[in-house]
């Protein structure tokens, strides 16, 4: 079974960047459909970004286009969310979550995906 861990979160001033990491173990990512969502305090988790395992193709929701970006490394077995000029407001716990049979756009619910890391922590300073 696929287990996903995620690195990379910290603490950064406001408009400073951040590399988000997610690896897996006990299966190789590049046959899945990985996506990103954070959590912030006292909110619901909510969809950030998708990566396709068919065409590559990605996604992202409205709050980070043109900031952030998400790639894959297959021969690292690992996924990348590249966070650029993030703002207070991207503060929050981010999950990488992944699924063998989803096509994903960063709409899709987190019920879609069937396994989840536990998490990265990012803060931002204003």
């Known amino acids: 079974q696929v287990q996903l861990v995620e690195s990379g979160g910290g603490l950064v001033q406001a408009g400073g960047s951040l590399r988000l990491a997610c690896a897996a173990t006990g299966g190789t990512l590049d046959y899945h459909a990985i996506g990103w969502f954070r959590q912030a305090p006292g909110k619901e988790r909510e969809g950030v970004s998708c990566?396709?395992?068919?065409?590559?193709?990605?996604d992202y929701a409205d709050s980070v286009k043109g900031r952030f970006t998400v790639s894959r490394d297959n021969t690292k077995n690992t996924v990348y969310l590249q966070m650029n000029n993030l703002k207070p407001e991207d503060t929050g716990v981010y999950y990488c979550?992944?699924?063998?049979?989803?096509?994903?756009?960063?709409?899709?619910?987190?019920?879609?995906?069937?396994?989840w890391g536990q998490g990265t922590e990012v803060t931002v300073s204003s």
């Open positions: 990566i396709n395992r068919s065409d590559g193709s990605t």
């Open positions: 979550a992944g699924d063998f049979d989803l096509y994903c756009s960063a709409q899709n619910p987190e019920g879609d995906f069937h396994f």
